[in-house]
């Protein structure tokens, strides 16, 4: 083997387990906000998540992850305050959670009011990071479960989490 071959060997098996073995860099955490939606007495507001990322599995040039997505739901009323505390949400592949405002705990005093909701997304960043491409829907229905309000949104991947899994796995 030459010299050459022997050092180019050798810094491919040093430099590939050694991405492996990395994990995640740290975290950032962005949010979306609904339009506001109104919401009459009887009447609920939901908020479906459900994560469509796959779980990576060794060998497919990055490493083995766990998909998941985690983050917070919120509820603001029309003059900007939250209502309540928000409330915590962790998907792994394929799984769907639901957060829910009744109108009986939203605060509003007249028979109808304006409510936006706000999720805030915390994902880890580099290699290792799991997966997370979150699906959002929000839903009002009323007391007979027939839906009055659907609204969806898909949050993408992080092109910055996509490009620093890929970079650092390669190095």
Do not use: W
């Amino acid at each position: 083997m030459s010299t050459s071959k022997f050092f180019l060997t050798l810094l491919f098996l040093t430099a590939v387990p050694s991405s492996f073995g990395q994990t995640p860099s740290g975290s950032f955490t962005f949010s979306f906000s609904f339009p506001p939606v109104g919401l009459a007495s009887g009447d609920t507001m939901q908020i479906n998540l459900v994560n469509l990322a796959a779980d990576i599995a060794p060998g497919q040039g990055v490493p083995p992850a766990t998909a998941s997505c985690s983050g917070n739901v919120s509820f603001v009323n029309a003059g900007g305050m939250a209502i309540g505390n928000p409330s915590t949400f962790s998907v792994g592949s394929g799984v769907t959670q639901s957060v829910s405002l009744p109108f009986a705990n939203s605060g509003i005093s007249n028979m109808r009011g304006e409510v936006r909701a706000v999720v805030a997304v915390t994902e880890a960043e580099g290699v290792g990071a799991p997966p997370c491409g979150l699906a959002i829907s929000l839903e009002v229905f009323d007391a007979n479960n027939a839906t009055h309000v659907y609204l969806n949104t898909v949050v993408p991947p992080s092109p910055a989490r996509i490009a620093a899994r890929r970079t650092n796995s390669m190095q």
